[in-house]
């Protein structure tokens, strides 16, 4: 008679994946779901296809993140570059790692963080495969359906370009340096790393305006930018000042003593949309205008300094 | 000056992906490869989708397996499980996790494995993530198309089918044995162990010739029969005699003093083909018929008794 919870040596593979796939519901595009040797969803004529892998202790802390959390953020990673090719999301399958002594629900309640962020993207959870590991893995693997005008590559960028932004900077990178100071407040910041807000919609409205080029911010603005320039050999002009910085965002850097533009230059994990387009007409309703692209060496440049530094996420550090 | 060899740390993240890219080709459908925020492959109206997580120190020791048969392994996994569905590989992405100070070149000979296991079934490595983790953790997406005549599942199965097998059944099993045991011969049995030898051409071709049910045996040959016999609500009466024991398996066998048919009852890892088909004259050349369909409580039966025991590789165990 013991009251340690249930875990996942307890239920074993088998019954861990029941557990996780008895809830499921299944879109009408998925043809076949979880429980065979694979899952069989509709597509068009091609398939967009990405991997995102989230390892604890580098990528998420189980005691800064609940297990639903994790899952919507590896969920996110994947969805939003699937978004960010001017796709539509429609299937994930989740290659999941657990020590044994997981407790079950955890790793029932980060495949339903999964299952909500796919619900917020139109994508379904439609396999995966469960076993043991020293830390918690999540890889997330997205298939979406290209927009008919063609996917959205980085490399189409072009001299003329307005660069333009859609969803938030430096918010999650806030709530991350929060975090790493023993604070869960404000909480406003907190929730922004622990989950983003992504509108996955706005990658294939960018894509049908004529985006040139497009990425999600995964690395940090300037990286992301970066990858840009040098995918369309182009030089992209930033303008830090055309992004306020945000009330949250101020207060925590003035107590922090840091430069608030830092989070927002550098700071991944938000998950906003950047993208060039061809003019100023052709920007949707709720995106920013940020920058521009112009002839030059390929990089990023601010007040027509070219940004030498990383300024992005790097692993293995 | 240092005589060490370079690590995953020393090259970083996006160094690791330039080495691993820059040497792969790209067949024809595959419309946008690695390099973008997703890679984009030609389909018809459907993808199959499948995920297969392999750990260092679970699933392979990298004393006991090479850099490139560990890729080809973890390759071989979800190629198989394209295979099972009746359906042609197309392409595969990878979420790969190491340690800091795994040499570069480690890494570059996995994703080598990866990319000859995937010529071996037509699909093509068109993206991934990697990232540091405590372990080497190698996560494989694979998709494919299905065959025209539709997927075939597990629930397919019908009393007064023919069951039959393709490929080989015991021998990583006894590879395994023999490596836990310390030693590195009979060569062919460790080898078998270390890399697949899969005819991923045989799923389509049991499509083709109206197999009902199929899965490949990677849990084992019961425990893989039993999935297909619960799915199906049928009774799977297998023959054990009519599967040869290899001399190569009744040599290690003797000499273990094991029963060699618990390696082919109960080992994975070879990934055989297992289907049922509606009469004798559907089986492909070269299947071998090992069993029937019957009526009956669910699950597998030899010389009339159910079998019990799990049979087959449980994780968390």
Same mark, same amino acid.
């Given at each position: 008679m013991s009251s340690n919870p249930v875990t996942v040596a307890d239920v074993g593979e088998f019954g861990l994946i029941a557990r996780i796939t008895e809830s499921l519901g299944m879109p009408r595009d998925v043809l076949i779901g979880p429980g065979d040797d694979a899952a069989e969803v509709a597509t068009g004529e091609s398939v967009l296809i990405t991997v995102d892998v989230l390892v604890e202790g580098r990528h998420f802390r189980r005691d800064w993140c609940s297990a639903v959390e994790v899952g919507r953020r590896a969920a996110a990673a994947s969805l939003a570059d699937i978004a960010a090719m001017g796709g539509a999301p429609s299937a994930v399958v989740v290659g999941f790692g657990a020590p #044994?002594?997981? #407790?079950?629900s955890w790793a029932q309640q980060c495949s339903a963080g999964i299952v909500e962020e796919c619900g917020r993207a139109g994508a379904a959870l439609v396999g995966g495969d469960v076993t043991a590991a020293d830390q918690v893995i999540v890889s997330v693997t997205a298939i979406g359906n290209p927009p008919e005008t063609g996917a959205v590559l980085r490399s189409g960028a072009q001299p003329g370009d307005v660069v333009a932004l859609h969803g938030r900077v430096g918010w999650a990178a806030a709530g991350l340096a929060v975090l790493s100071r023993g604070f869960r407040a404000p909480k406003v910041l907190v929730d922004a790393y622990r989950f983003p807000e992504i509108d996955y919609r706005q990658g294939a409205r960018a894509a049908a305006r004529g985006a040139h080029a497009m990425v999600d911010v995964s690395d940090g603005l300037v990286a992301d930018a970066r990858h840009i320039a040098e995918a369309s050999g182009v030089a992209i002009s930033l303008?830090?000042? *055309?992004i306020p910085v945000p009330d949250p965002i101020a207060t925590a850097a003035s107590a922090y003593n840091v430069d608030p533009r830092e989070w927002m230059l550098t700071g991944g994990d938000d998950h906003a949309l950047l993208a060039c387009f #061809?003019?100023?007409? *052709?920007i949707p309703k709720g995106w920013s205008i940020i920058g521009s692209v112009e002839q030059g060496e390929p990089g990023v440049y601010i007040n027509g300094h070219?940004?030498?530094?990383?300024g992005g996420h790097t692993h293995f550090g």
């Open positions: #044994p002594d997981l #407790p079950a303008d830090p000042e *055309s #061809p003019d100023r007409k *052709s070219r940004v030498t530094r990383q």
